[in-house]
């Protein structure tokens, strides 16, 4: 089941063959791409996984994309909750400049879940 890639293009190149042909390239620079959150059919009603690439500046983030992230930043919603509520854990990483989420027809693997803290 293939998921994605993010990644931006650097540029194009080409590359030959044994018989001399040219085929032209397109060079990308990939990952890394670390989970963001994992969404669950259970609490969110489909399977899903957000990733992120390419960090940006905290200073360039709003609070919102560094709360997402960090749980250094604990919102009002988490404070109030009733004793015994249970957060998913939240990535510990740099804000992102490219967030994507992709679907998943079924249940996550648990190797994913295990990549989030």
Same mark, same amino acid.
């Given at each position: 089941?293939? =998921?994605?890639?993010?990644? $931006?293009?650097?540029? &194009? $190149?080409? !590359?030959?063959?044994?018989?001399? #042909? %040219?085929?032209? %390239? $397109?060079? =990308?620079?990939?990952?890394? @791409? ?16 957000? !990733?992120? *690439?390419?960090?940006?500046?905290? /200073?360039?983030?709003? #609070? ?8 250094? &930043? ?6 109030? +909750?009733?004793?015994?509520?249970? *957060?998913?854990? #939240?990535?510990? @990483?740099?804000?992102?400049?490219? =967030? /994507?989420? *992709? /679907?998943?027809?079924? +249940? ?10």
């Amino acid at each position: 089941m293939p =998921i994605g890639l993010l990644g $931006t293009k650097v540029g &194009m $190149t080409q !590359i030959y063959n044994d018989e001399g #042909k %040219v085929y032209p %390239v $397109t060079v =990308i620079k990939l990952g890394p @791409c670390p989970v963001l959150q994992v969404k669950d059919m259970a609490r969110d009603g489909y399977d899903a996984v957000q !990733i992120g *690439f390419e960090e940006k500046p905290r /200073r360039k983030a709003t #609070k919102a994309e560094r709360g997402h992230i960090s749980s250094e &930043m604990e919102s009002n919603r988490r404070k109030k +909750a009733p004793a015994g509520t249970q *957060f998913l854990p #939240k990535a510990n @990483c740099e804000p992102q400049k490219y =967030i /994507r989420e *992709f /679907r998943l027809e079924k +249940a996550i693997p648990r190797v994913v879940v295990l990549l989030v803290p």
